[in-house]
């Protein structure tokens, strides 16, 4: 099982970034998956999920800016970050935490 990440990065205040999850040794279709976050000497936090039927949720501190996606036919799940904020620094993980199924993370920092 294998769940990678990319697309992080160094972003001023008010920008984008689109993080992608490449999924590999699991069906992936059908399963729900979430992004996760961990700043530096925080707790992890849940960011969002999508299930298996689509249904999307995010965390109170993310929604109207974040937009989580996946395209089955890729295996990927996706984040589209927008009005990043120097608070949205952190290194962010896809999983599946009820199977234990985590990447390696990405790091996003936003800075000016």
């Known amino acids: 099982v294998q769940l990678v990440e990319s697309g992080g990065g160094l972003v001023q205040p008010g920008g984008s970034l689109r993080l992608s999850c490449a999924a590999s040794?699991?069906?992936?279709?059908?399963?729900?998956m979430s992004w996760y976050r961990q700043a530096p000497d925080k707790e992890r936090e849940w960011v969002a999920s999508?299930?298996?039927?689509?249904?999307?949720n995010y965390a109170d501190s993310v929604r109207g800016r974040f937009t989580i996606s996946r395209d089955d036919a890729k295996n990927t799940m996706y984040l589209h970050m927008n009005n990043l904020q120097p608070k949205d620094t952190a290194m962010y993980y896809c999983?599946?935490?009820?199977?234990?199924?985590w990447g390696q993370g990405t790091q996003v920092t936003v800075s000016s």
């Open positions: 999983a599946r935490p009820d199977d234990n199924y």
């Open positions: 040794g699991f069906t992936f279709r059908g399963l729900g």
């Open positions: 999508v299930d298996k039927i689509g249904f999307i």
